[in-house]
Each structure stands twice: as C-alpha cells, then as structure tokens.
C-alpha cells in the first residue's frame, strides 16, 4: 500500500472558499463552561450524574482545533479553553473563529431561538468580505401571523408574508421532520383542509399559547407546498437532531412519494444532515434530479470519525448533488468545526482514493470544489447579501 | 501499523476465474456521449442543468479503469473515452472489455428489455470459452403469456411457460421489488386469489397497454412461489436501483417471515445488491440457511468507495453465502467494472485484514475464491451453457 | 499520511482490566466438531451442504486468537484446534481462555439455557479472583412463577419473585426484541390488562407447554415496568440475534416513545448489541440521559471487520455512555473473542484517531477505560459477587 501523500490536493481542499448553505447565527452572550456543555449536545437534557458533556466527538473536536486560535496548545483542558475564551470578547472569539472557516458566504437560518443569536448584521459584522444571507424557515412565518387574523384568513396571511419573506432570502427550510416526520399525504392540501386545520389549530393556539409550535400536518404540507412554489431552494431537516423528533420518521426515503410530485416544478429539495440515513439521501440525489444533499450536522457531531459519513455521501450521490454545511447554531466553534473536520475528512477520503489509483489529483480538487462551492452557488444563484 | 503488502493475495484475487451470477447483456447499438452518460446512472432522468452526469463514482471508474483497454491514460477526458469508444466497433469493445473482466461463465438475466441488448449468442461470441447461461425473469414469463388465452387459464398457461423457461435456465429471478415492494403476505396465494387476480389485470390490460407490467401482488407472488417450486436458485431484485421503486420497501429484511415459509422447500434465495441494506442481508444470510447475497450493482455504482461495502457484506454472512455479480446492463464497461472493481476492493479488504495479524493469507485467498466462483459453482450447479 | 503507532497507547488498552456488563456462562460439557460449529453462529440451521460453519469472522478469530492459548500456531486449521481443545479438561479451557480475557468483573445473564452451562459459583472458580455477578432475565422470573398459582395471582407471584432475584441482581435483562420487537404500547399496563393477558396466557399454557415461552405483549410489558421500577439497570437486547427475531422490529428507534415515560424514573437503559442499528442507538445515548448501548455480539461476530463497529459506535454516543460487552454464551472462546477483539479494535481506531492528530493520546486512553471499565462501574455500582 502507497503511503503517498498529495500536497497540492491538501492545499486545495484547504483553499476551497467555502458556501455554507445551512447555518445560524452566533452567540450574542458569552458562556461559561455548564452553558458550553449544553451547547455541544443536540440533547436538551444534562449530561447525566459522573459523566462529562465534553466527552465526545464534538467536544474532543473544539479542543483540538479551536485552542490553538485562542493561544492555547492542541488538546487543552476544557476548562482552559473555556477561560481563554472568556477572557477575550465574545465578539472577538467569533472573529478569530468564523474567520479560520474560509467561508465566504453564509446562508443563515434565522427561525430557531433567534433571540439568543446575533442578528444577521451583527453576523456580517464579524465575517468581513463574506456574504451573508437569510434562508428563511416556512413554520416561522406561519407563527408569526398565526394571531393577525381569523382562521379563515390564515393562508392568506402565510402567503403573503411568504411572499415578503421569499424576496430577500436565498432559501426556505421546513422543520416538518421535527414536528410531524416525514409520514404526511404527499399531495397538497386543498383549501377546504387548510381551513379546517387552521380553525382548529387557531382554537388550541387561544387556550394554550405552546401551540404556537405548528405541528398540525395539514398547515406543514401546505408550508411545504408554498414553499416548492416560490421557487426558491428549498431546505428540509433529515435525519438526527435534538431529542424532540422521532428518528423513525426523518428517514428521507419516507420523502419518495412527495419527492416525485414536487419534480415537475423544477423546485430543489436539499436534504440536511441525514445521518444515519445519509446513503439513503444519496439514493435519492442520483435518483431524481431535484434533490441534494449535505451531512453537515452529522461532520460536527462525528467529529474525528467524520471522514467515513463523508465517504458514505460519496457512494451513490452524484458529485454535482453534494454541498457542504455546518449547520452550526450558536458557539462560532461550531461554524468553524463544520469547515475545518469538512476540509480534513475531504483530503482524508480524496487522497485515499488517489492513493489507491481509483481517482486522478484533479478530478479529486474538482470534485471538493464542487461541494465546497460550486454546487451551492449554481442551485443558491447569485448573490443577496 | 504495517503497510506490508501480500503479492501472493493480490495475485491469487487477480487470477480468480469469476462466475458473474446476475448480469444482463450487452448493448447492441454503439452510443454516443448523452447515451453514455445515460447508462451510467440507476435514474431515468436527465442530470439537472449544471452537472455532469460522470461527475459520478461510476464514470470515474470507467474512466480509470477502461481507457487503458481503449488505449488511452487512466482517468481519461469522458469525451475522449467516448471517442476512442466510437472509433472501435462495438462488438470489439465489448470483446476487450468483457474478456478482461476475467469472468468465465456469466449468468444472463434476459428479462428486462432485451430489445436494446444483443442475444445470448451474440454475448457468447464476444466471450470466447466462456459459458453464458439464462436466468429466466418470473414476471416476463407471465407478461408473454397473458393475452394467450382468458383470465381463468391464466394460472395454468404461466406453469407450463416457466416449465420449459425453467427447463434451460441457471436461475429465476424476481423483480416484486419493483413492482410492489417486499411487504407483501407471504403465503401461497389460492387458486382463488389467483383467478380474482388474474381476471383483475387482463380485464386493466386490455383497457391499457401499460398494466402489461404485471404489478398485482397476488400474482407477484403466484410467481415467488411457483419459482420456489422449480427448484432453481431464485434471485431477488433487493435494496436500491431505479426511481421507480420504493427504497423502503426493498429492505430484505421485510421478507422474513416469507424466507421462513420458503425453507423448508430446500430452494436457494439469492438476495441481489442489497445496498444500502446489507448488513440486514447478511443476517439474513447467516440466519437462513437458504439465504445468499451480493452486492453487486453497489461496487459499480460506489467505485472507489466500493471497498467499505464489500467489508460490511462480510461482517454477518458466512463466507459461503456471498457471491460476486456485476449485475450489468447494457454497456460492457459495467460488466467489466465489476469485476475490478471487486477485484481491487477484495484485495484490499483482505489485505488489511492479514496486515492487521487478524486472518492468514491462505484463507483470504479460499474466501476471494469462495465468493468470486466457488459459491456459485455449488449453488447453479452444473453448466447449461 | 503518518504511520506512526503508539505503544502506550496499545499497551493501555491491553491493560485495561474490562467489566463484561453483558454475558452468559460457559459450557458445562465438551464439545466435538460439529457442536462447536453450531456455536459459532446466531442460527440454529446447520450450514447448508457444501459450505463449512467455520468459515466466518468469528471462526477464523476463533483459529486466530484462541489457537495460541491451547499450544497451536495462529491460524490453525479448525480440526487442530478442536482435537486440542478436547485434548484437555473443559475447565482447564476454560481457566486458559476466560482468563486472558483480562475481565475481573462478570455480570452473567442465568436466564437463557442455563441447563447447558456452568452455575455461577462453577464460573466463578475459573475466573480467581475476579467479580462474578448475575443479571436476572425478567421473562425468565415470570415464566419460573407461571404455574405457582391461578392468573388472578401471576402480577402479584413476578413482583414477589422479582423483588427476591433483584435483591442479589447487578440488573435485569429483557428479550422483549426476540418475544414481540419493540413495537409496543410503551405505557404501562393497567391491572386489568394485566389480568386479562395472565388468563389468555395460563390458558395457552395449560394446553401447551411451548406456551411457557411468555410472548404476550402486555405481560412483556408488565416486565419492563416493573424492571425500571427497581432502579436496577435494565439491559434490552436490541438488533440482530438468532433467526427467532424480527430484525425489523428490533430497531432501538421503535423503544423512543417508551425511553420518553422511563426518563422521569432515573432508571437506566443498557441497549445491547444493537448491530445493525448501533448509530441509531448511539443518537439515542446522546438524545437521553438514560441510555446506554454496546456492540458486544456484534464485535464478535464481525471479527476483524469489528473496527469498523466500535468507530460507528463511537460517532454519536457520548464516551460516557458506551460499555464493553461480549455477550458471548457457551463456549469460552467466545468470552475471550469479545476482550480481544474489542481491544485490537479499539486500538486500530484510537491510534487512527490519534494519527490523524484528531485526539491526543491521553484522551484515546481515557476513553478506553471509561467503555471497557469505569462506565459500568459507575452504572451498575458496588460489586455484590
């Protein structure tokens, strides 16, 4: 076996000014370390008792390759890290850290807890020279209108703000995956259902203000479909995330049947994450020419194990359908984890299959051009921010 | 770690007389660029606007691994390949590529359009000394038949076409993954069911030429199990391939409680691809005693990916229950592909498992031999060809 | 790429004296050849003509790792290794193989097939000075009180019994996988469903003796809820095991709705094996505090593709909530594969990990004794053997 190593593919692939098409803001508050624990877990529960938050993938991956930008060694404890970070301002952390991405423009996710974020300004402040722009979240802006009006007008509402919403943003995300799974009707609801779903939506919205959270699976196709109309690119979470979503049911392949009614309308559905389901994802990216793929969350949370989830997303998904993202939400650690274990596990799987004779040193910097940049600024198109 | 190499491993799996136990024939016609293109995707749509449809693990493989048999360097421009392709006759591309897959006796799946493929005979010119045997498709057996008379004798007209397909074939193969998927009642249907089945979809078929694709599960299953009767090991379409099937349908672990009905019959089932769920065919394998598998059409459409896979056959499955296919269809660079591909795999799979101390070499070379003929000779018998 | 080792690394491994959190005793009686082989496998088939039960993963780790302990050379045909194993007293065995397990802590499941195996003191006695302990089997209580008493009585008969076996018990175990799968109403059952399923039961039973084997959901889960409600660890198998399952309805997924109303309980959830769904169930460690999971079986059975395994395993979970396990039955062999293979495995990814300049080794060594010992000492508490 060679032990060859590429310099000028490693180079490239540390070069790629990257497109992360599926991220959300940073931090407005400094952490300190239970905080910080908490926010390298999708689990909204505690660590349990002897057990420590840090020990993970994740965690492991912020020591080895976030202490080094705040003047520490590789590997520090934890709780030096977490001092260093606070000794410096937040707004400098994040400085050092979204900048050490290479990512030159950042398609931001603006509907979940947005209030514990910096806003999209604020953001750009801190990324100088990059691109910053909305991807806006379908269930977000029905919330938002969810009390304006009466029952019978709330499809309008969501169209119209959708239609002010769509203007500015360089894409839509549903969460349907979250909040029902993706076991609903394919076809689109008609307006007879809308109302009926909206009334009694609306009815539990006035006795118990946590309805607010749209789950009815009514409203979410009718999101769904609005959004295939506008279109815009259009995000759906798949696979793993916080404890809220029954896993059994962000299967992608569970999208096949919507899947093939949403082709005729040209609009794209770019799968999220998709772990563990990501060689299903890519089944579904060769199969039919409107749907993509990245396995953002999945690189962050595998973190020294990644390479192998990225390998995998290179099976059956053409090399046009991949992206990259980090789908980092809150600590810039986590921004620049996407890129930097992305950037690894790229030159580790593209050199091994150089190195086995199987793919030729261009073909392979080509290729994580493509999914670094190319294929999010071809299906993203030009710039808004 | 040591990065020793075994030359007499590699030798040996180079030097393996393979048996390709599911393939199709090959084309007829010489093809041009979007052609080619076409045939090396499991969709039967066109690559959306900006991507290349060989920006694929497959057209990689071509590229790297046919251009040298059409004179061209490894990794070859595809339009260069395309030329050099058209400039040959066809009969002699597929004489240098089939001859150097190394495959010397090929098992012929003949039922799926057979109208774009040259004939057995054909086949077997362009493969000199090479044996070419039918695997007879249960669900064109019945098609052919199905206008032949009423509805009533329809059961009966099936029974005496497959007795005499089956008289001179290797196999049957069933495609129930297509047509309906795996969930289906897995006992014998009546006669019953079968005259109510029967008179359903002539009565379909003669209002719409369409319905001739038989995709009543009574009569699928009619088909699974007057195959089983036969004797004749009987293939099944499992795990991924074109959009028109339901992904989650094609999990063989569905047919379980149909495999436990088939057993005591004493006929083989071989679960063909399985991709991406063979690791659940590999239970099935060493749980069943009736049970084999492959993973064929994966190692084309994964390429240099491909060896991840092949190490995930051989967790679970004794080794006397894999086989090799190419599972190709249509241009001779599959049915070479497959071969090196699993050459190549199988070499450095077993490669790092004698490196890591964890098996001899002399029994990596019994399993590469055991998979890539030995298996099929035992379970397909003698020669027909 | 580097290819540097890590001696302390490999030796820290090698050294970690393991707690085998899940396992059965071993084999009271000799075995001949054809035994031996029908205990190598899940299946209770006998392999089919023509291929051998020896050749699989974990026979060739058999010959591999266990033929040195018995005077052989690695490797060493089959035959060899059973004429001198039989060539010595079983325990004598026995004390050479589960002694270089390096295991000093044994939680011995008593509750499969115990007839066929030595009794814990038995047991004991070829491990001096190690911990031996018992996890009681909940199905195995119900049934043991089945016919003490009429059906009005049996709720009352488990909780008695139960409340003795759990008294001297490290935990307690279910096989509702193999019994029903998991999809089942995950609230706990009412007394009055409880009587009606006792009366449906005792009146099968009092027909049939094979009825003894509970397989009714309700009582399964009676045994579940009242397992959590001694605040014992409650090990499930979950995933692949012999062909008496429904591998699809072992999916760790399907217990989500169930692991929601235990978490208020505090009672910990041990999921075993859990191969081919270990990814899920490591999004389940990390999703819940309560959830635990190891690959025990499955390492054995994927012998030297078992890296691949442990690295899956390690993507989502958090290090603190992953255990070592054999699950070996029978013969010692496979009590000492588990050990073995776990640290060759463990080694392999670590070092790769470390390698790659992903972990430092201090960490690669803490991690190995927190899944090999101290998760399990923590969890299960003070010895009680």
Known sequence: MSTDSYPELAEAVAGVRLVDHHVHSCLAQPVDLPAFGDLLTESDRPAPAGTSPFDSQVAFAVRRHCAPLLGLDPHAPI???VAARAALRTDEVDRRLLGAAGVDRWLIDTGFRGDALVDLQAFGARVPGAYVEEVVRLETVLEQVARDGDAAGLEERFRTALCTAA?????LKSVIAYRYGFEFDPSRPSAAEIRTASSRWLTRLDRDDAAARVDDPVLLRMLLWYG??????LQLHAGFGDPDLDLRRCD????AAWLRLVEPSGSNVMLLHCYPFHRQAGFL???????YLDVGLAVNYTGAASPAVLAEALELAPFGKVLYSSDAWGPAELHLLGAV????????????????????VADAIRVARLIGRDNAERVYGGRRG
């Open 228 to 233: 295939v109309d506008t279109g815009l690119p």
């Open 285 to 291: 990216a060769q199969a039919f020419p409107h749907v």
């Open 252 to 255: 992608p392949l569970l999208l």
């Open 167 to 171: 203007g500015g943003a360089a894409g």
């Open 341 to 360: 274990l992305w950037r690894h596990g790229m030159t580790e799987v593209l050199t091994r299959w150089v190195r086995a004779g199987e793919w030729s």
């Open 79 to 81: 709780e030096e890290y």
